[in-house]
């Protein structure tokens, strides 16, 4: 907690600097900014799913929980608030890019993020958006990519949010949101916190053993406009989180894990003419210790910096008619017990054009080039349009070239590593097609992904375990979103969202489906307000999945559904507060994402909510 404590001493600094250069005279500009601005501009095509600020507080603080109800990717997770990784459209783990703030955040030290090292409490704004995205976002969006955004609101205000929640297991849910402006400058601070004993029952009777965690986030985002023509933006992030592995037998030894995150990012916008730069500067750093003896100081880790410097020019060449030029070096330095002390420096060039031809066509074209001395990188290329064939009726199309670059743990691990490895290579395609009546909207997406020079490791001579570029895989699939809203009487509001994918990903050698992905997973969300009250129904299916490369049906995981409800009722003039109950797993199906690690049964929380 010293870090925390030390973190929110300089941020006051910074907020205290900032107010007294609000005193400069006003200019106007957008009252809302987002800083992942590339985003909305250049997701043409694509899939874009956007998480409101309501969607959030409805689910468990943890990110895997927010998404696997929200969105068809499937999460497989070692037990509520253990080790978490996605699988998005059939792909690995690493193979899906989150992004903060627009900067990559996967690790350097082994490709991937745990989901459940973020806590999506700290965003203002959560988006996914589905299929390749390399040429933007660089190394890992081959599935997919997660965009965790801070949102800076540049108008008169002062808004606070405080949202607490405590349920089963001594579970522990603090939120609180701050947002402060004027015309001129801009501040958002989330600060969360969230801890749980986590010794549910499990289906054999006895208690999950060694399960506790806890974790607080601090994320800030703080702009100011210099004159019309400039303004800066600073954005934050510390995480600091410990969890204590469940284990499976009363016999295994308990060992525990922590990590100690910070992001960092510096930007500065200014326009001249038709052009508009960006310039940012970030600064990463991850590190983390794990404990094989609870009991003991004894403890193996990592640790990586990452420097990234980027510049972002863009010149409207008409009202219809952009072009986008980025340039990206990124600088890694990594030490741990397990790879030793190595550097690395990538120099990245992209080029993207959006245009518009007419009212109801535009397209976008991007490639990209990177440079480095630790591995060659393929050239990439997107290319994605969108149709609009009446007023209820539109059509998406996108491909592109994706990669993912080899991690530290691939290249330096200690026994095994391969210098000599190639990124990752993946081509796709996919075609979308979107309705509009009255309120409901249906979005459908097929896909196909080749991916090539897939990294595994396998065991080689003398049993030492080293990572090759060995498989091939074939994903296709369809994905599906529904949604529907209606007002009655102006005192009813009913909602529907669901989602549907069906998802092949089979290795090309064997014909075998990959484990851990499910061929049918849904979700569905039913909301129903009157008056002050307001009712929310979740609910998750995911089919069986196989665990062993063999396809052994023997060893499969069963399908499950699981549901969740909650009831609030508000206070206040503007119903400005709100009280509630939520019932989690009200079936209280017995279920497991991974093979052995259970997630609980019927559990309750009550919340409260409040906006100052």
Not at 203 to 211: A, S
């Amino acid at each position: 907690m010293k870090y925390i404590s030390n973190y929110i001493i300089t941020l006051v600094m910074l907020t205290a600097l900032s107010l007294k250069a609000q005193e400069r005279p006003f200019t106007a500009l957008d009252s809302v900014y987002l800083t992942d601005s590339r985003l909305k501009e250049f997701s043409t095509g694509r899939n874009l799913t956007v998480l409101s600020d309501t969607i959030l507080r409805k689910n468990r603080p943890l990110l895997t929980n927010t998404l696997n109800f929200n969105t068809p990717i499937y999460f497989k997770e070692n037990g509520l608030g253990m080790v978490s990784s996605p699988s998005f459209r059939g792909t690995t783990a690493s193979q899906t890019a989150v992004l903060w703030n627009g900067i990559n955040i996967n690790s350097q030290l082994n490709g991937q993020l745990d989901f459940n090292t973020i806590n999506a409490g700290a965003y203002s704004e959560i988006a996914v958006r589905g299929g390749g995205g390399s040429v933007v976002y660089g190394t890992g969006a081959i599935g997919g990519s997660v965009h965790l955004n801070t949102r800076l609101t540049y108008e008169d205000q002062q808004t606070h949010n405080l949202f607490l929640q405590y349920g089963s297991y001594n579970t522990q849910d603090a939120r609180y949101n701050l947002n402060l402006g004027t015309k001129k400058w801009s501040l958002n601070l989330a600060l969360t916190h969230n801890s749980s004993d986590n010794d549910y029952e499990l289906p054999n009777g006895r208690n999950n053993l060694n399960g506790d965690f806890e974790n607080t986030a601090l994320n800030v985002g703080l702009g100011f406009k210099i004159n019309s023509k400039n303004s800066i933006r600073i954005f934050s992030e510390l995480f600091d989180g410990e969890r204590h592995f469940a284990i499976t037998r009363a016999s295994e030894t308990k060992t525990k894990y922590q990590d100690l995150n910070s992001k960092n990012l510096l930007e500065w916008e200014h326009s001249f003419g038709s052009f508009k730069g960006i310039a940012r500067v970030a600064y990463l750093e991850e590190f983390y210790k794990y404990f094989a003896n609870i009991d003991s100081e004894v403890y193996s880790f990592g640790k990586a910096k990452t420097f990234i410097n980027k510049y972002d020019l863009s010149y409207k060449i008409s009202d219809r008619l952009q072009l986008n030029s980025v340039l990206t070096n990124t600088t890694t330095s990594g030490f741990g017990s397990s790879f030793g002390d190595n550097d690395r420096n990538i120099f990245a060039a992209a080029l993207l054009l959006k245009h518009q031809l007419g009212n109801d066509f535009n397209y976008e074209l991007g490639i990209r080039k990177e440079q480095t001395e630790n591995y060659d990188s393929p050239f990439l290329f997107s290319l994605g349009a969108t149709k609009a064939l009446n007023d209820s009726f539109s059509l998406n199309l996108n491909v592109s070239r994706n990669f993912r670059i080899p991690t530290y743990n691939d290249l330096y691990w200690e026994t095994g590593g391969n210098l000599d490895l190639l990124p990752e290579k993946s081509l796709q395609g996919q075609l979308g097609a979107v309705f509009n009546f009255n309120s409901i909207q249906l979005n459908l997406t097929g896909y196909y992904n080749s991916i090539t020079d897939m990294i595994r490791w396998l065991p080689g001579a003398g049993g030492v375990w080293s990572p090759s570029n060995v498989d091939e895989v074939e994903i296709y699939g369809i994905e599906s979103a529904l949604s529907w809203s209606k007002n009655f009487n102006k005192e009813h509001r009913i909602s529907f969202n669901s989602t549907y994918a069906y998802t092949v990903s089979e290795n090309k050698q064997t014909g075998n489906q990959l484990i851990y992905v499910p061929f049918h997973k849904a979700t569905a969300s039913f909301d129903y307000t009157y008056k002050k009250i307001n009712a929310a129904l979740q609910y998750l299916y995911v089919g069986e999945v196989f665990t062993r490369s063999d396809n052994n049906s023997r060893y499969n995981l069963d399908a499950y559904n699981v549901g969740n409800f909650s009831l609030g009722y508000s206070f206040g003039k503007e119903k400005n507060y709100e009280l509630g109950a939520r019932v989690n797993n009200f079936l209280n199906t017995e279920y497991q994402s991974v093979e052995s690690r259970w997630m609980p049964g019927r559990n309750f929380n009550i919340y409260l909510n409040l906006k100052l």
